[in-house]
């Protein structure tokens, strides 16, 4: 097995974040060599190879049971090793993944890596589809709409009441594949505003319950954070106004014991049209 080294990407306060093992040179590993590495430690787990296309990198991603076209939080902890390493000097970089290219700067004055993501793509459920995904949830079926929500792998948005009782959930987890599979998500992401930090930035709680990752819970998500921010966004539900574009944070790992806090911020094209949004979050390297 080629050398792993473990990180944690979108820590709060130095504690929690999401677990990436990460190979920085997988130049002739195989796909289930590959897949082996993040089943062998049960996290999504990152790959760093030369882009075929022209850009810094070629990035690939596995979790226990499968490979997936993008992950945000292993690749904002990616190019952070890559920056402690001294491999990536620039302000600037171009990333190569099955989801397309992913755009990266370096905050120097924060120490962080903020990546691009898409504008969001939405589609709200029907009354069924809901009913079901509030079941699945062990909530009461009516009680709650259901909307797809995607700037790269779907992920079901669920808005709930209070973080106590998004705390409190109780999925149904063996019947978690089959549900989502039936409303074409790759997981669920419930959610409920929380209070803001001092500053007035929003905070949001969110969990994450993936399809078939291989592990019932995921304690930080990125693409789900920035479909979330996305969907908020569209929906006017950031800024007092109802317009202002917004930043957010976006904390998710509670209920697992390992807090985390992904940050989402608007973007814009040279043109200054919106262009989907900025991901980051704190990283630190990992001990376990």
Same mark, same amino acid.
């Given at each position: 097995?080629?050398?792993?080294?473990?990180?944690?990407?979108?820590?709060?306060?130095?504690?929690?974040?999401? $677990?990436?093992?990460? *190979?920085? !040179?997988?130049?002739?590993?195989?796909? @289930?060599? &590959?897949?082996?590495?993040? +089943?062998?430690?049960?996290?999504?787990?990152?790959?760093?190879?030369?882009?075929?296309?022209?850009?810094?990198?070629?990035?690939?991603?596995?979790?226990?049971?499968?490979?997936?076209?993008?992950?945000?939080?292993?690749?904002?902890?990616?190019?952070?090793?890559?920056?402690?390493?001294?491999?990536?000097?620039?302000?600037?970089?171009?990333?190569?993944?099955?989801?397309?290219?992913?755009?990266?700067?370096?905050?120097?004055?924060?120490?962080?890596?903020?990546?691009?993501?898409?504008?969001?793509?939405?589609?709200?459920?029907?009354?069924?589809?809901?009913?079901?995904?509030?079941?699945?949830?062990?909530?009461?079926?009516?009680?709650?709409?259901?909307?797809?929500?995607?700037?790269?792998?779907?992920?079901?948005?669920?808005?709930? $009441?209070?973080?106590? *009782?998004? !705390?409190?959930?109780?999925?149904?987890? @063996?019947? &978690?594949?089959?549900?989502? +599979?039936?409303?074409?998500?790759?997981?669920?992401?419930?959610?409920?505003?929380?209070?803001?930090?001092?500053?007035?930035?929003?905070?949001?709680?969110?969990?994450?319950?993936?399809?078939?990752?291989?592990?019932?819970?995921?304690?930080?998500?990125?693409?789900?954070?920035?479909?979330?921010?996305?969907?908020?966004?569209?929906?006017?539900?950031?800024?007092?106004?109802?317009?202002?574009?917004?930043?957010?944070?976006?904390?998710?790992?509670?209920?697992?014991?390992?807090?985390?806090?992904?940050?989402?911020?608007?973007?814009?094209?040279?043109?200054?049209?919106?262009?989907?949004?900025?991901?980051?979050?704190?990283?630190?390297?990992?001990?376990?």
């Amino acid at each position: 097995m080629s050398e792993v080294k473990l990180i944690r990407v979108f820590v709060r306060d130095g504690r929690g974040g999401n $677990p990436v093992p990460l *190979v920085a !040179d997988a130049r002739g590993m195989s796909a @289930p060599a &590959m897949q082996d590495v993040a +089943a062998t430690y049960g996290h999504e787990s990152a790959f760093v190879l030369p882009s075929e296309i022209g850009c810094d990198w070629r990035f690939r991603f596995f979790v226990p049971q499968h490979e997936m076209e993008m992950c945000g939080h292993a690749t904002v902890g990616t190019l952070w090793a890559l920056r402690q390493w001294g491999r990536w000097t620039t302000p600037t970089a171009r990333i190569e993944t099955l989801s397309g290219i992913v755009l990266a700067y370096w905050d120097d004055a924060s120490q962080r890596v903020w990546i691009s993501q898409p504008a969001v793509r939405t589609e709200m459920l029907g009354a069924g589809a809901s009913g079901r995904v509030a079941m699945q949830l062990g909530l009461p079926a009516g009680s709650y709409a259901a909307i797809n929500a995607a700037t790269s792998r779907v992920k079901t948005l669920i808005h709930l $009441p209070s973080v106590a *009782v998004l !705390d409190g959930l109780q999925p149904d987890f @063996p019947t &978690m594949e089959a549900l989502c +599979a039936s409303i074409d998500s790759t997981g669920l992401y419930p959610y409920a505003f929380g209070a803001p930090k001092a500053d007035g930035e929003p905070v949001v709680h969110a969990r994450q319950f993936p399809k078939s990752s291989g592990y019932p819970e995921d304690a930080a998500t990125g693409i789900a954070a920035a479909a979330l921010w996305g969907y908020l966004n569209q929906a006017g539900k950031l800024g007092d106004d109802g317009r202002t574009v917004s930043s957010i944070a976006v904390w998710q790992g509670d209920a697992m014991g390992s807090p985390s806090e992904i940050l989402v911020a608007p973007r814009h094209a040279d043109s200054g049209a919106p262009d989907g949004c900025w991901l980051s979050g704190g990283v630190a390297w990992s001990d376990a």
